[in-house]
């Protein structure tokens, strides 16, 4: 929880307030509030360089925390996880009886994780879990553990979608114990695992992003809790089923790297058959898949072809029927491997 103290002093600061750093000499204009936690608040501004974000914090120590994180993030090849720190500097307040720290970072415009699968379907939210995987090997193998890692931490960018994280406030070395979590992403919260960063904690907590998906009001710890009262809700949801194995076992702690979870999801995914009703979000109305598409259209030509053979002769030529059913047997290929590779091409 943030204190009286923080929120009279940096929290919701006015539109127009412009902030000005003491040691760079730079200017940021608020423009309105993105968000806040419990070490201070995230701000949209404007400066001669165009829009940033700003997090300002009254405790100096957790400012040092993260912007250490993100520029050690900066020096990791190819890794895009989180945003690009752009400045470090300290606002002297009103008549300069009060310094606070402050660091500007990259503003990363885009939909919200939730928001974006209910606009685009549930096949977007299998492909997205795959680049998280593929992004959280990496932030492991650095040796940090995100930590408070949730929907509301994550945003999918345009072009090409890709899921970005937007807050690496809980991020923690691992070993150490967790900085900040969420009751219902926190494994200790559920019996299912200490507080101890390491990567089982990240991966439990993708788990339980795949089933907020589904399930996007919270549901609270019953009197079975752990892996019994989870499972029922893996159970009861169409598209958690096809990831059924993968799930219980992120929940159990059983994955020892997010590559080894990345290849059984993928795995998973390859192995679903192509089904005519996939059950999305309760929120929004996914659009219909590659999958339900190809499905119709192939009963919809079967059913063309009965009415055309019902106005010719009542003896059809074997041949005949045996070129329809490999037309749609081809039509049917032809589908799922464009999308199959569609998925390897969104992750590479």
Do not use: C
């Given at each position: 929880?943030?204190?009286?103290?923080?929120?009279?002093?940096?929290?919701?600061?006015?539109?127009?307030?412009?902030?000005?750093?003491?040691?760079?000499?730079?200017?940021?204009?608020?423009?309105?509030?993105?968000?806040?936690?419990?070490?201070?608040?995230?701000?949209?501004?404007?400066?001669?360089?165009?829009?940033?974000?700003?997090?300002?914090?009254?405790?100096?120590s957790s400012i040092t925390s993260e912007v250490n994180v993100l520029r050690h993030f900066s020096k990791v090849r190819g890794f895009s996880l989180g945003p690009s720190l752009l400045d470090v500097d300290d606002w002297i307040m009103g008549n300069g009886?009060?310094?606070?720290?402050?660091?500007?970072?990259?503003?990363?415009?885009?939909?919200?994780?939730?928001?974006?699968?209910?606009?685009?379907?549930?096949?977007?939210?299998?492909?997205?879990?795959?680049?998280?995987?593929?992004?959280?090997?990496?932030?492991?193998?650095?040796?940090?553990?995100?930590?408070?890692?949730?929907?509301?931490?994550?945003?999918?960018?345009?072009?090409?979608?890709?899921?970005?994280?937007?807050?690496?406030?809980?991020?923690?070395?691992?070993?150490?114990?967790?900085?900040?979590?969420?009751?219902?992403?926190?494994?200790g919260y559920w019996g299912l695992g200490s507080r101890k960063a390491e990567p089982t904690y990240d991966l439990f907590a993708v788990a339980m992003i795949m089933i907020h998906t589904c399930y996007p009001k919270q549901f609270q710890k019953n009197g079975e809790g752990g892996i019994k009262q989870l499972s029922s809700y893996i159970h009861g949801n169409l598209w958690l089923r096809k990831y059924e194995k993968v799930l219980v076992r992120a929940l159990s702690g059983q994955y020892t790297s997010a590559a080894a979870m990345k290849r059984e999801f993928l795995q998973a995914m390859s192995d679903s058959k192509p089904s005519a009703k996939v059950q999305a979000a309760p929120q929004g109305k996914a659009k219909a898949s590659p999958q339900q598409t190809s499905a119709s259209y192939t009963n919809r030509t079967q059913k063309n072809r009965a009415r055309q053979q019902a106005t010719q002769s009542q003896v059809v030529p074997k041949k005949s029927k045996s070129k329809g059913f490999i037309e749609t047997s081809v039509l049917i290929t032809i589908v799922l491997a464009a999308y199959f590779f569609y998925i390897y091409g969104t992750l590479l």
């Open positions: 929880m943030m204190n009286n103290t923080m929120k009279n002093q940096v929290g919701n600061l006015p539109q127009g307030t412009t902030i000005f750093g003491k040691w760079h000499q730079k200017s940021y204009t608020i423009l309105k509030t993105l968000g806040y936690g419990a070490t201070g608040y995230v701000y949209l501004t404007r400066s001669s360089s165009g829009l940033a974000a700003l997090k300002i914090s009254e405790n100096s009886q009060k310094v606070f720290s402050f660091y500007v970072m990259e503003y990363l415009e885009g939909e919200a994780f939730l928001t974006f699968i209910q606009n685009k379907g549930m096949e977007w939210a299998g492909i997205l879990v795959l680049q998280l995987l593929t992004d959280l090997q990496t932030l492991h193998e650095e040796g940090w553990v995100f930590g408070d890692l949730k929907p509301d931490n994550l945003i999918v960018t345009a072009n090409p979608p890709k899921v970005r994280l937007i807050d690496v406030g809980g991020t923690t070395i691992q070993g150490r114990a967790i900085k900040e979590f969420t009751e219902f992403f926190d494994r």
